[in-house]
C-alpha cells in the first residue's frame, strides 16, 4: 500500500472506529447502518458531492455548510452528521468513501455477515442469487451479502471473491487455460 493510501486507511480507519462506537452504546447499528448505504450511494450517485469532498478549492467553512446541508437532507442520525461536520473542520472529508467501507465492514462483522465480490456473465435472478448465498454460507459459515456486478467479456460462468478466496468458473478462464495447454503442446 502507498503511503498516502495507508495515511488516508489510518485516518477513516480511526474515524471509523469512533462512530461505530458511540452508535453501538447508544443501539444505533440499524440507524448507522442506513447511514452509510445512504452516504455511499450519493456519493456514487453525485460528482458535486465527490467535488466537496475532494476539493482543495473548498473551504473548511464551505465544507462543513455543505455536509450539514446534505445531513440534514438525508436525515441523518446526530452521531454521523456531527462526525461529517467534525472531518470537515479538520480538513479530513477527502477519507470518507474509506471511512463508508470500514463502517461497512464493522457493521458487516458485527452482524456476523460477510460480503462476496460476485461477478458474472449475465445478470443473476433473485433465485440464483439467493441459491448462490445459501451455497456460500454453508461454505463460509456466515451469512452471505452479495455484491453482484455484470462482465459479459466472462461469456459465461461466475468469479466469486470472499475474503481472501476466488473461485473462477468463467468460461473465459477455462478458454485461457485451455490456451495455455495447448500452447505447451505444440
Not at 460528482?47 to 465527490?50: C, F, I, V
Given at each position: 500500500?502507498?503511503?498516502?493510501a495507508?495515511?488516508s486507511?489510518g485516518?477513516?480507519?480511526?474515524?471509523a472506529?469512533?462512530?461505530?462506537?458511540?452508535?453501538k452504546?447508544?443501539k444505533g447499528?440499524?440507524?448507522?447502518?442506513?447511514?452509510?448505504?445512504?452516504?455511499a450511494?450519493?456519493?456514487?450517485d453525485s460528482?458535486?458531492?465527490?467535488e466537496?469532498?475532494?476539493?482543495?478549492?473548498?473551504?473548511?467553512?464551505?465544507q462543513g455548510?455543505?455536509?450539514s446541508?446534505?445531513a440534514?437532507?438525508?436525515?441523518l442520525?446526530?452521531?454521523?452528521?456531527?462526525t461529517?461536520?467534525?472531518?470537515?473542520?479538520?480538513?479530513?472529508?477527502?477519507?470518507?468513501?474509506?471511512?463508508?467501507?470500514?463502517?461497512?465492514?464493522?457493521?458487516?462483522e458485527?452482524?456476523?455477515?460477510?460480503?462476496?465480490?460476485?461477478?458474472?456473465?449475465a445478470?443473476?435472478?433473485?433465485?440464483?442469487?439467493?441459491?448462490?448465498?445459501a451455497?456460500?454460507k454453508?461454505t463460509?459459515?456466515?451469512t452471505?451479502?452479495?455484491?453482484?456486478?455484470?462482465?459479459?467479456?466472462?461469456?459465461?460462468?461466475?468469479?466469486?471473491?470472499?475474503?481472501?478466496?476466488?473461485i473462477?468458473?468463467?468460461?473465459?478462464?477455462k478458454?485461457?487455460?485451455?490456451?495455455?495447454?495447448?500452447k505447451?503442446?505444440?
Open positions: 500500500m502507498s503511503e498516502p495507508s495515511i486507511a485516518i477513516a480507519g480511526r474515524y472506529t469512533a462512530v461505530f462506537e458511540l452508535a452504546e447508544a447499528l440499524s440507524g448507522l447502518e442506513a447511514d452509510v448505504a445512504a452516504l450511494q450519493a456519493l456514487k460528482a458535486d458531492l465527490r466537496v469532498i475532494a476539493s482543495p478549492v473548498f473551504s473548511r467553512d464551505e455548510r455543505a455536509m446541508a446534505l440534514v437532507r438525508m436525515g442520525s446526530s452521531t454521523v452528521a456531527n461529517l461536520a467534525l472531518m470537515a473542520a479538520n480538513r479530513r472529508l477527502f477519507v470518507l468513501p474509506q471511512l463508508l467501507a470500514a463502517l461497512g465492514e464493522m457493521i458487516a458485527e452482524k456476523g455477515e460477510v460480503t462476496a465480490e460476485v461477478t458474472a456473465a445478470e443473476l435472478t433473485k433465485a440464483q442469487a439467493e441459491k448462490l448465498a451455497s456460500l454453508k463460509v459459515g456466515k452471505v451479502k452479495l455484491n453482484t456486478t455484470v462482465d459479459e467479456s466472462l461469456i459465461g460462468g461466475l468469479i466469486v471473491k470472499v475474503g481472501s478466496k476466488m473462477d468458473t468463467s468460461i473465459r478462464s478458454l485461457a487455460s485451455l490456451q495455455n495447454v495447448m505447451e503442446v505444440g
